[in-house]
């Protein structure tokens, strides 16, 4: 569950920066480097994402899952050059894989990978899931619907 605000929190709450210093960071390390204007129009696309997007983090908590709590199969999904969940969280997960969870790394892309690489993330989403929809999918007893 770590994203891109999880990490932006963690920084706000230990280094000595300002809101504008840390979401220019942020930009740095979500997409590379970028001229000054563009810096500035990621800073702004940002700050509206923290307004706006669902998320289970916020300054005051972030939240966690338990590895292996999940009772459903598992896509565990990274990037090799993620700075936010780097490869070692990803494999971190390899002792609490159960039958039918997967683990994928996309060679690049950084935390955006799935922008950068649709089709391919795409592909291992779909192996995915013809995988696990035999194993899933249970009869339809129609005696037992009321």
Same mark, same amino acid.
């Given at each position: 569950?770590?994203?891109?605000?999880?990490?932006?929190?963690?920084?706000?709450?230990? *280094?000595?920066?300002?809101?504008?210093?840390? &979401?220019?960071?942020?930009?740095?390390? !979500?997409?590379? #480097?970028? /001229?000054? +204007? &563009?810096? %500035?129009? @990621?800073?702004? !696309?940002?700050?509206?994402? *923290? /307004?706006?997007?669902?998320?289970? #983090?916020?300054?005051? =908590?972030?939240?966690? &899952?338990? +590895?292996?709590?999940?009772?459903?199969?598992?896509?565990?999904?990274?990037? &090799?050059?993620? /700075?936010?969940?780097?490869?070692?969280?990803?494999?971190?997960? =390899? +002792? @609490?894989? =159960?039958?039918?969870?997967?683990?994928?790394?996309?060679?690049?892309?950084?935390?955006?990978?799935?922008?950068?690489?649709? #089709? !391919?993330?795409?592909? =291992?989403?779909?192996?995915?899931? #013809?995988?696990?929809?035999?194993?899933?999918?249970?009869?339809? %007893? *129609?005696?037992?619907?009321?």
């Amino acid at each position: 569950m770590v994203d891109w605000q999880a990490h932006y929190y963690a920084q706000l709450e230990k *280094l000595p920066c300002t809101r504008q210093q840390i &979401l220019a960071q942020m930009a740095f390390t !979500l997409f590379g #480097h970028q /001229a000054r +204007p &563009l810096v %500035n129009g @990621w800073v702004k !696309l940002l700050e509206q994402d *923290l /307004a706006q997007s669902p998320s289970p #983090h916020s300054l005051l =908590k972030r939240t966690s &899952l338990c +590895p292996g709590s999940a009772a459903v199969p598992m896509l565990i999904c990274g990037s &090799l050059d993620d /700075a936010i969940t780097d490869p070692t969280q990803i494999q971190g997960w =390899k +002792p @609490w894989l =159960k039958a039918g969870d997967r683990l994928w790394q996309c060679p690049s892309g950084r935390h955006f990978f799935h922008a950068t690489h649709p #089709h !391919l993330t795409a592909r =291992k989403i779909l192996d995915f899931w #013809h995988v696990i929809e035999p194993q899933t999918l249970q009869p339809l %007893n *129609l005696d037992a619907i009321p």
